[in-house]
RNA sequence: GCCCCUGUGGCGGAAUGGUAGACGCGCUCGACUCAAAAUCGAGUUCCUAACCGGAGUGUCCGUUCGAGUCGGACCAGGGGCACCA
């Protein structure tokens, strides 16, 4: 290696790693009695290859484990796969492949890839989500929750391929079509299990005040989310009496129940209502269509489509005339008509609104289309009771008007009259709802976790018993028809029943894989072979102290963790509130998209550019460039880094990841730039293996060395990683520019130490070039003076309103009268004041004095 | 449609309301070399031949002595929307 002067990474990086591993470096042990710390990046699916985003995010991740470790922390800092999934079947499917051996020989893959990055991982704590040793834990868990009374079963919608006769996942939903029949999708309702995560509405959204160290827009989101608003349930009658009350459905309806019930937050605007709306799936609904043709029309044509809130809420508005009067509670003889309307979700609130065309911009839309009356009762300053509306609804505050006792009241003063109003008339009462709602779980599909539940005809669902556990996926599945080849296993299927000993069928559901990713962090900590976790182990390391993954999971995957935490602590399984006390949710590497001319995504490197730049295929048929996006392995976009590490060696590919973009900003990836990280890597090398030696002080590298360690240190912290390695950058230049000094080598010293979270093996090689002992990972991180931070002299800016003129040096702590007369002695100033006196002088000590003329 | 985020040189980006463009990439010129690679040095926002100066952080408006940073409106791009993970 000294021989050619390099540093070769082909070599030094298996050794070092081979180095690390020998002498189990990264192997946490909880009783080392050294201050713990959990650093946990989000586990990968396995899909084949690792891609950028992977690199980076176990970048960063790594480099807070290797410095905290340096910092003097016992780091339990692990690895695993979030092994089920659709993909798998999807190979099976394709390929004719098993999803196990599929999974399996991707696992090993990605291992190996990680592996060649140099990763300090303690991989005796590996875990697989398709180990039956870790599924057999998560349904012991579930049997937990489930004797706890937080589980139960209900129905629920899903996408229905009506010709495939599946269920497809939404992003298996293409334009309303089912990706591979093309027909289109119908929703239809399917008894499954469900989790009582609305249990924990309150303590969720509150718990977020105290995640100090998670980026607000995460809390914001999950906040949103939860969405828990106040306002007023209450009944609209519906009338008994008048000409309507003949048709067949009307008395239907009123047979089936002779009220309906609304949920609104904006009380206030009562006397605004024009109609009410009740949600296809509404009872009332479903009774007026078992007597009106039409109305069962609509509500089946209302059913197609998927069920994505996207697709549902970008849906013309539709509605339906039931021929139903509710009667206003306030105006015994107002009337309003009842309409079935299909952008009403039976899963919030009551599954009914009453709309108020003037001030919700959803109701101003429907009352438009259907000619219905749009009536102000809110005015603002500069409008009165008789103002119209305009081009559209007005939400916001102001007074009420043509509201009888509410006139001349705040909006918040009116929503609380009309409150208490009802809760004296006893039609209504205040009630906070949510926008969250219960946790689905059950998945038609094979590879996931079995449900360990029983269906017996005698005893309804029973639970497997724990003897039992775990419940395994059979093997011999086949997967050329569509569907859960589980359905049709009919030897796995069949079970008795553990009640009655009757024969039984087992639940053919699997979990949604958020399930198996909502307490792999525990078992990381805790790792028994017969309990999911040791409480008390787990405790020491919980929770994690930095969680590191990408903004995509901001909502769903952290809120499902979050809730099974405190679940598991309702139940007394573990007693810590929040699994994650540090979030940061890196930005997404994102790549440009390619559809070749049969509609099918290439992957980058099956694209050229012609001529004139237009992408074509490898046969040179033309491509058309798609939107940029993250990498994900169904757009094909992904960029294997592989090559580029045996290109580069592992610490040049780290290096390049952390450099540049700030870590929670998406980047677009590209090569540019990566040669400049293998020079830096050189240039690290010729700094400690040329060391020169040399006697003498040099104060002024010294505290350089000195503001670089407070700095990189910072920036490391607060995973600044882009600023860290500009710091660094800028190190390595002052001393390669200092001459030989006892300073300087002590210099190149503590850079080695600085670089080494960044790029391990590279430091290794050089701490051993230095003739240092041992090894850098477990070297002591440098500290650094605060005195020394305090330079002596500093700059001034000198403005003229606002605009610079003139920068001038000058000794700190000038007072403001003798920054002033400085500011104005500069010729600069002279020149722009051509004799005019300032009106007003503005001193900021130490940086910069305004002169506004 | 709803919620969240982002927008600064040719490119990635830096900048507690106080000197916009640190640092890196790329490019240009120079040194070294027979030559190249590697390395080292200088330069590099735009306009103006140059100086002086002017403009400039997606657009428009505002707050302020002073705005990339704060507020409002808009435009563009990205993420999430409960069965992708």
Redesign the pocket.
Known sequence: MKDSG?FDPAVADVRWQRRWDDERCFIADTDSGKPKTYVLEMF??PSGRIHMGHVRNYTMGDVLARYRRMQGFEVLHPMGW??????AENAAMERGVHPDGWTRSNIAAMRDQLKRLGFALDWSREIATCDPEYYGHEQALFLDLYEAGLVYRKE?E??WDPVDMT???????IDGKGWRSGAEVERRK?S?WFLK?TDFADELLDGLEGLGDWP???K??QA??I?RSDGLRFRFEIAGEGAECDYPWVKAALAAAPEVEVFTTRPDTIFGASFVAIAPDHPLAQAVASENPDAAAFIAESKAG?????E???QEKRGFLTGLQAVHPLEPDWRLPVWIANFVLM??GTGAVFGVPAHD??DFEFATKFDLPIRRVVARADQDKDTPIGDEAEPGEGVIVNSRFLDGLSVDEAQQAVIRRAEDEGWGTRKTVY???????????YW?TPIPMIHCERCGPVAVPRDQLPVLLPDDVSFDIPGNPLDRNEAWRNAACPQCGGDARRET?TF???V??SWYFIRFASQPIDKPFDSSEAEQWLPVDQYIG????????LLYARFWTRALKRIGRLDIDEPFSGLFTQ??V?HETFRGADGRWLAPDEVRKDDQGNPIDAAGVPATRG????M???KRNTVDPEPIVAKYGADAVRWFML????P?????W?E??I???A??V??VW?LASGSAGGEGEDAALARRVNRAVAAVGEAVDSL?F??A??Q???L??AI??APPSSDRTKAVRTLVKLVAPMAPHLAEECWESLGEDGLVVTSEWPKFDPALLVEDE????V?I?????D?LTAPRGLDRAEAEALALASD?VQ??LAGASPR?V?V?PD??V?I?A
Request: charged share 30%; proline share 2%; no cysteine.
């Open positions: 390099r990968p699916y979030d092994a089920f999934g659709m993909p629920s899903v996408n269920v497809l996942a939404n992003e298996q939903v399917l499954q995560i607000e827009k995460v914001l989101m949103n989310w969405g998927g069920t994505s809130a996207a549902i809420e970008t899963e919030y911009q959803r926008r969250l709602r219960d946790w689905g779980v059950s998945r038609q599909r996931g559901d949604d894989t958020f198996d990713s990408g903004v995509e999971h901001a909502i769903l995957h930005g997404m994102t939107r940029v996006e993250k994900s392995k169904s450099s540049d973009s700030p929670e900003r998406d980047l677009e590209s540019a730039g040669e400049g990280a020079r830096f050189q240039r010729r600044q882009n600023k390695v500009a660094l950058y800028e390595v230049s390669e520019k500093v700059t001034l800016a403005q309103n606002g605009k610079l003129r920068t600069k020149r722009q007003k503005i900021v940086r910069l305004n506004v």
